[in-house]
């Protein structure tokens, strides 16, 4: 498991810092500079682009470049941009710094699947790799320690500084197992057949079963959870429900994705990714569907389900793809799967947008959630049904 600590360290450091830290930090960072509303929607707009854009360029190029160096170049650039921003008052700069981090986030994830896929015990793949997602979950908990302790005595400053100093700590323990396990400054390795080019790349993924359905999972669920975060603590302020509520739903969503990661890869490993898959999926369709009907009483439980199914779900997936695909193209696919994950979600903001503008109201929009998270255990059922059947027909002709 020392691998997957590592490279849980390293979400942290690019996604619980790189991509969620602001959001965490800008209402005390408002008391000294001004950050005004327009800046802070270009700024989410632009550094979902940039997200986007890093995990294209990863799909199209991350096989010809080591992704021992990708782990270390991309560890470098947040560690030093996290320190940049604790002296930051220009928003256009800090917007410039955030939408650098989100790309470099995007192209890290890739290369910690990359690395895990080729060098993990296969029988452990999906443990390390969920384990290792969940770090976004560790970081949402560190966020929330550093709002609690550090800045009430120290300013806003102090939690960019004390991000960067962990990132240090994870360049130093990511350059030391990379150095152990022989990937640091090696030449790219990949054969003729481990890699897929652009065009064989994109062919894959429309019509071979596995690639597409990844795909199509990573929209499905990013459709779903990226407005349920977006618009959450809005919908329960427009329902008068105490503010403690979202406090409360958000630790359980950090808390259940710390436990998630390992629990879920472990089931993964042992039974498969596609029930393992089911599972999480069933646990946040039925979060869902109870907070639609009484979302006072069951708001942390729409929590626990986002925490179970989110934070392990990356590497479900990545171990799925890592059952059929060489290392370097599961990086590949996994990349194109997170674009399609953040067209998904943008679909679903702007869907909630309107709908929220036209209505005055967030009510369908989580209905509308719901629906897309029952959609998901349907397309999952569907999935192992029809893998069974294959594998029956297959067995009967053997």
């Known amino acids: 498991m020392h691998m997957a600590a590592v490279f849980g360290l390293n979400q942290i450091i690019s996604h619980g810092f790189g991509v969620f830290l602001f959001a965490a930090l800008v209402p005390m960072m408002r008391e000294t500079i001004a950050i005004s509303h327009w800046h802070l929607a ?16 990863l799909g199209v190029i991350g096989h010809r470049i080591d992704s021992g160096r990708l782990a270390l170049v991309t560890g470098a650039i947040t560690t030093t ?20 981090m989100a790309a470099c986030a995007a192209i890290s994830w890739g290369a910690i699947v990359e690395i895990i896929s080729r060098h993990a015990d296969p029988s452990r793949c999906s443990t390390y790799l969920s384990s290792a997602a969940s770090g976004t979950a560790w970081g949402y908990g560190l966020n929330g320690l550093i709002i609690l302790w550090l800045v009430p005595a120290m300013g806003w400053q102090s939690g960019w500084l004390m991000a960067g100093l962990l990132g240090l700590c994870a360049l130093c323990f990511t350059w030391r197992l990379l150095r152990r396990i022989g ?13 897929l080019p652009v065009g064989r790349l994109l062919i894959t993924i429309a019509t071979e079963r596995t690639a597409l359905f990844c795909c199509l999972i990573c929209f499905v669920v990013g459709f779903a959870t990226m407005p ?25 969503v950090g808390a259940t994705g710390m436990v998630a990661g390992f629990v879920a890869g472990k089931l993964a490993d042992h039974q498969g990714p596609g029930r393992a898959l089911l599972l999480v999926a069933v646990g946040f369709a039925l979060g869902l569907l109870a907070f ?72 369908q929009v989580f209905y509308i959630l719901t629906g897309d998270a029952l959609l998901l255990v349907v397309l999952v059922l569907f999935i192992l049904l029809s893998s069974a059947g294959k594998q029956g027909v297959a067995t009967a002709a053997g």
């Open 42 to 57: 270009t700024i989410g707009a632009l550094t979902q682009l940039s997200y986007l854009a890093g995990a294209l360029l």
């Open 292 to 363: 639609t009907l009484d979302p006072a009483r069951f708001a942390l439980l729409a929590g626990f389900g986002y925490g179970l199914m989110y934070f392990p779900m990356w590497g479900i997936i990545a171990g799925w793809l890592k059952q059929q695909y060489s290392s370097t193209a599961t990086m590949q696919i996994s990349g194109i799967g997170m674009v399609t994950f953040g067209l998904g979600g943008t679909l679903g903001n702007v869907l909630a947008g309107i709908i929220h503008q036209s209505s005055g109201s967030l009510q």
């Open 183 to 195: 990937t640091t400054g090696a030449p790219v390795t990949t054969s003729a057949g481990s890699a």
């Open 228 to 252: 349920f975060a977006t618009w959450l603590n809005s919908y329960l302020d427009e329902l008068q429900l105490p503010t403690a509520l979202a406090g409360y739903s958000w630790t359980t």
């Open 81 to 100: 941009l996290l320190f940049t921003m604790a002296r930051l008052s220009d928003p256009v700069v800090i917007g410039a710094v955030l939408i650098c």
